[in-house]
């Protein structure tokens, strides 16, 4: 009886996916946790329940790899995230609200993996991080020039303005990592508040 080479493959890369996510996983658990600097493959293994740290060196070609692997996933899932529930609204100022709602219910839902990539993008800079922060820097400039056109914003720099909103949310990971307990929902509202005011129009 033949052996049916396809299947045998499509099972390797099925288990070789689940590997894979399973090490990310373990990564950012232990990043999250103990630190860049302390994320050894060692620490990695055991919270993935390698047997060996051999089986991260087969999926990823050293530390930087891995990290590297850490950042794009982490910031994938907040641009999945984000996107549907900005595209979900007709105008821009929905879509600027939707936005900033959606980064700071991710950051809440999403601890872990925020913290470990605050400290990926700390301990080892990658240029990543900067590229996604760039794209979403973008994506805002894109919403409030529309708002202009539209005539639902005023005048003002859509740059600058982007940038502001965007600072404003970063910082929430390493203000979260000082006071856990702080009221989310509170700081979503006041941005938008905040934001809302900031690109209106006047009514004089």
Known sequence: MPVNTSALDDARSVTSSVRRRQIIDAAIEVIAEFGYSRASFARIAECAGLSSTRFISYHFQGKGDLMAAVVQDV?????????????????????????????VRFIDGHRAPMIALTEVMLGAGFDDGVAGDQVATGHLEMILRQGQSSGEFRDFDPWVMATAVQ??????????????GIDLDAYARELVTLFQLGTARSER
């Not at 609204?89 to 709602?101: H, K």
């Not at 600072?167 to 990971?173: A, E, I, N, T």
């Open 75 to 103: 910031i994938t899932a907040i641009g999945d995230y984000v996107r549907q529930r900005v595209q979900a609204e007709a105008t821009a100022a929905g879509m600027l609200r939707a936005y900033i709602e959606a980064v």
């Open 167 to 180: 600072r404003s949310v970063d910082g929430l990971p390493f203000a979260l990592q000082a006071s856990p």
